[in-house]
């Protein structure tokens, strides 16, 4: 598989450059325009939305950075879909950290769904690396959706970087089935929620929650960042307003605000239920002052699917946060995804497992 820079040719119905010969050229900021002269088979990524994404669209990355925090318990809930550990290629010790360029070689693969930025920050790799593993590899198009990077909000949101992964992959058709079944969700979700003035706040926390080191980092509900979008879907308000701490805050700045909710961003995914129960809510509520926060009084921690959310986590995600913040519209939370009675799941594990599966190439 041959890919170059450079955007020619004429727009075809799904929004892909076609540039002859079969070839097609897609562009996912913040890199430049890629043609593709065949499909690409394999793919990397650095565990992000772009995991997740490639999985709704029924491809398992060929390597990877690291499995840490990755969110694979979730495709365990879905018939006939599995991820395969032994067979991707590693390449990091950690997400962040411990890079070796001889394993983007190693791994060769057609293409790399990983913003380029991340490897200049977790890597501290330069230009001209990336240009190296590039062109002797395999190009660059992936984007940083989770949240602001380097001053610049998300190119995308969730499904738009989706629908650039479909048009790389050539699998539209499976993407608008995907978009017409969470059309679906989304609107059955949204149409039991109570008036926009009834609903409650949320301090959203990110980077894990430690009662007892005094320290939270906040992450902005109202901005279109993809790891606090399951608050957005259900309507919460960012207990800060527009005012999102740049800085760790205090229990003096959460008392200061008192959300209604104190949501564990991620915790969905990197917790059980009796890890978050142990290690979150029962030492906020034995902490001086955690205990004084209405949030904690009244059982109000909740968690979400966050960090590595794409499109099968926020299906997860959103049902749970639904049944952990509006029970009496969406049922009661077990505490486990999996755990869920089949007649109170709120979307069709079934049916989103045929969607997955369908891996029907097109280029319509």
């Given at each position: 598989?041959?890919?170059?820079?450079?955007?020619?040719?004429?727009k075809?119905?799904?929004?892909?450059?076609?540039?002859?010969?079969?070839?097609?050229?897609?562009?996912?900021?913040?890199?430049p325009?890629?043609?593709?002269?065949?499909?690409?088979?394999?793919?990397?990524?650095?565990?992000?939305?772009?995991?997740?994404?490639?999985?709704?669209?029924?491809?398992?990355?060929?390597?990877?950075?690291?499995?840490?925090?990755?969110?694979?318990?979730?495709?365990?809930?879905?018939?006939?879909?599995?991820?395969?550990?032994?067979?991707?290629?590693?390449?990091?010790?950690?997400?962040e950290?411990?890079?070796?360029?001889?394993?983007?070689?190693?791994?060769?693969?057609?293409?790399?769904?990983?913003?380029?930025?991340?490897?200049?920050?977790?890597?501290?790799?330069?230009?001209?690396?990336?240009e190296?593993?590039?062109?002797?590899?395999?190009?660059?198009?992936?984007?940083?959706?989770?949240?602001?990077?380097d001053?610049?909000?998300?190119?995308?949101?969730?499904?738009?970087?989706?629908?650039?992964?479909?048009?790389?992959?050539?699998?539209?058709?499976?993407?608008?089935?995907?978009?017409?079944?969470?059309?679906?969700f989304?609107?059955?979700?949204?149409?039991?929620?109570?008036?926009?003035?009834?609903?409650?706040?949320?301090?959203?926390?990110?980077?894990?929650?430690?009662?007892d080191?005094?320290?939270?980092?906040?992450?902005?509900v109202y901005?279109?960042q993809?790891?606090?979008?399951?608050?957005?879907?259900?309507?919460?308000?960012?207990?800060?307003?527009?005012?999102?701490?740049?800085?760790?805050?205090?229990?003096?700045?959460?008392?200061?605000v008192?959300?209604?909710?104190i949501?564990?961003?991620?915790?969905?995914?990197?917790?059980?239920?009796?890890?978050?129960?142990?290690?979150?809510?029962?030492?906020?509520?034995?902490?001086?002052n955690?205990?004084?926060?209405?949030?904690?009084?009244?059982?109000?921690?909740?968690?979400?699917?966050?960090?590595?959310?794409?499109?099968?986590?926020?299906?997860?995600?959103?049902?749970?946060?639904?049944?952990?913040?509006?029970?009496?519209?969406?049922?009661?939370?077990?505490?486990?995804?999996?755990?869920?009675?089949?007649?109170?799941?709120?979307?069709?594990?079934?049916?989103?497992?045929?969607?997955?599966?369908?891996?029907?190439?097109?280029?319509?």
């Open positions: 598989m041959n890919s170059t820079g450079g955007n020619s040719g004429a075809t119905a799904g929004g892909t450059t076609a540039t002859g010969s079969g070839s097609y050229s897609v562009r996912v900021k913040p890199n325009s890629q043609t593709f002269e065949s499909v690409p088979e394999t793919y990397a990524i650095i565990p992000s939305a772009w995991l997740d994404i490639g999985m709704a669209l029924g491809k398992q990355p060929a390597a990877a950075a690291s499995f840490k925090r990755a969110p694979l318990k979730y495709y365990d809930q879905l018939p006939n879909v599995a991820f395969d550990k032994e067979s991707v290629t590693l390449l990091a010790g950690d997400a950290s411990s890079y070796d360029k001889e394993n983007f070689y190693t791994a060769n693969v057609d293409v790399h769904i990983i913003d380029p930025r991340l490897l200049k920050s977790y890597a501290n790799w330069k230009d001209a690396d990336i190296e593993i590039a062109k002797n590899v395999g190009p660059f198009a992936g984007s940083t959706i989770r949240f602001a990077m001053g610049t909000d998300p190119f995308y949101d969730l499904y738009g970087a989706f629908e650039k992964a479909a048009k790389i992959f050539q699998r539209q058709r499976q993407f608008r089935e995907w978009q017409s079944f969470y059309d679906e989304h609107s059955r979700i949204t149409s039991k929620l109570p008036p926009k003035a009834e609903r409650p706040s949320v301090a959203a926390i990110w980077r894990g929650i430690n009662p080191s005094g320290e939270f980092r906040i992450s902005a901005k279109k993809n790891n606090t979008r399951s608050f957005r879907t259900l309507g919460l308000k960012d207990a800060f307003g527009k005012q999102t701490p740049d800085a760790a805050v205090g229990y003096e700045e959460l008392l200061d008192d959300p209604d909710y949501g564990g961003v991620g915790l969905l995914t990197s917790m059980n239920h009796d890890e978050f129960t142990s290690q979150v809510v029962e030492p906020l509520e034995a902490n001086a955690g205990q004084s926060l209405n949030a904690v009084k009244n059982g109000n921690v909740v968690r979400t699917g966050g960090q590595y959310m794409g499109p099968i986590v926020d299906l997860f995600s959103t049902e749970a946060l639904a049944k952990q913040v509006f029970p009496d519209q969406f049922g009661e939370w077990p505490g486990s995804i999996g755990d869920i009675p089949k007649n109170e799941r709120l979307f069709d594990r079934k049916r989103l497992s045929e969607i997955i599966n369908s891996n029907g190439n097109d280029s319509t």
